[in-house]
Nanobody, 115 residues
Framework: QVQLVESGGGLVQAGGSVRLSCAASGSIFNINAMGWYRQAPGKQRELVALITRGGSTNYATSVKGRFTISRDNAKNTVYLQMNSLKPEDTAVYYC?????????WGQGTQVTVSS
């Protein structure tokens, strides 16, 4: 089993920056990739960014050039650096870990961007 704990969310002004952290524990050797998803009010959960074991990254078009996903393997932690934030980035952000059989989820952290 894998446990994921997010931190770093909060209130930020438009144009500001926030860094989210996701610490993984448990059977982390089964993880093939980790990423960040978000869900805004009235919308479906969407992929924001993904990083694989090999370090390849993928980003949603809406955040590419503004957000950066990174990892610290020694700390079993994945980060999402969020720059140039816009009000439409307001959402609950969820950390995700993928194994061959299951997706694991953190409890989510709220990011609110005010204009």
């Amino acid at each position: 089993q894998v446990q994921l704990v997010e931190s770093g969310g909060g209130l930020v002004q438009a144009g500001g920056s926030v860094r989210l952290s996701c610490a993984a524990s448990g059977s982390i050797f089964n993880i093939n990739a980790m990423g960040w998803y978000r869900q805004a009010p009235g919308k479906q959960r969407e992929l924001v960014a993904l990083i694989t074991r090999g370090g390849s990254t993928n980003y949603a078009t809406s955040v590419k050039g503004r957000f950066t996903i990174s990892r610290d393997n020694a700390k079993n932690t994945v980060y999402l650096q969020m720059n140039s934030l816009k009000p439409e980035d307001t959402a609950v952000y969820y950390c995700n870990a993928e194994s061959s059989l299951y997706y694991y989820w953190g409890q989510g952290t709220q990011v609110t961007v005010s204009s």
